[in-house]
């Protein structure tokens, strides 16, 4: 993962209420007309749908249809097939920061951005206390220091906070594997329930989405750069979580 930051005191959770005048992201008009069926699932084709897998199972005869064969055939797929339309879809794009990257390493910071069809609902950021001594390398990578997060809440404290900001929502991340492996093992640590839910990685969007001579990697800074981020991305969770943001919506375009 490119370890996704600005330097500053400790902060406690802030969130921007959408009652307070959500602000409007710049979404590409196609994405309004999509479904999220296209992003977080693989697309059926007819074959696929009427085909069955196992052992009843059989190769498409090479003669011609017969009566029973075609009426057999399922349905053309409509509208309704397609899923929930992505301008009704509620994404929360989250970054962690962290001591590191293995199983034992512990979160040290949570940004989080609640987007709709275009418009920001809200923001969510902490500072966590790790219970750890931040290694003196991921200090300068991200700028967060023992000192910033001597006061902030323990991570125990902190996430049920989250859960609530994110209930519902889909979630995206840069790299989502290491940002969703440290909240499944928050839950389980801590006894809460990881719910169900669609989760959309844009690095491998952007991997299936862009052509090689169009970016010369995938790491979250060059996505930025070419997606022309008001917000570059800095190693601090909400900060990067509002480049993610810029890079999903272009990543849909």
């Known amino acids: 993962r490119e370890a996704s930051s600005s330097s500053g005191p400790s902060r406690a959770v802030t969130m921007q209420s959408p009652h307070a005048g959500p602000r409007t992201a710049q979404v590409p008009q196609s994405i309004l007309t999509m479904s999220i069926g296209a992003v977080c699932d693989p697309v059926r084709t007819l074959f696929s749908i009427g085909c069955s897998h196992g052992p009843a199972a ?11 064969d075609m009426t057999s055939l399922p349905a053309q797929p409509t509208i309704d097939d397609l899923g929930t339309p992505l301008a009704l879809v509620t994404f929360c794009v989250v970054d962690l920061e962290a001591t590191g990257g293995g ?6 910071e949570i940004g989080a951005v609640k ?5 920001v609902l809200g923001e969510f950021q902490t500072l966590v206390n790790p ?7 991921i200090a300068v990578l991200t700028g967060i220091t023992n000192g910033m997060v ?5 991570l125990s404290s902190a996430l049920p906070g989250f859960l609530e900001f994110s209930r519902g929502c889909v979630m995206v ?3 989502a594997g290491f940002d969703m492996g440290f909240l499944k093992r928050a839950c389980t640590e801590f006894g809460y329930d990881w719910p169900r839910r669609a989760v959309v990685d844009t690095v491998g969007l952007a991997r299936q989405a862009m052509l090689r001579d169009e970016v010369r990697n995938h790491k979250l800074s060059t996505l930025a750069a070419h997606f022309h981020a008001e917000t570059a991305p800095n190693h601090r969770a909400l900060t990067d979580a509002r480049a993610t943001v810029t890079v999903l919506h272009g990543l849909l375009e």
Do not use: F, M, Q, Y
């Open 58 to 68: 059989r190769k498409p005869s090479v003669g011609r249809l017969s009566l029973p």
């Open 103 to 108: 199983i034992n390493d512990r979160v040290t």
């Open 115 to 119: 987007v709709r069809g275009g418009e």
């Open 131 to 137: 219970n750890t001594h931040i290694p003196p390398l």
């Open 150 to 154: 001597a006061d902030a809440p323990r």
């Open 173 to 175: 991340a840069h790299n």
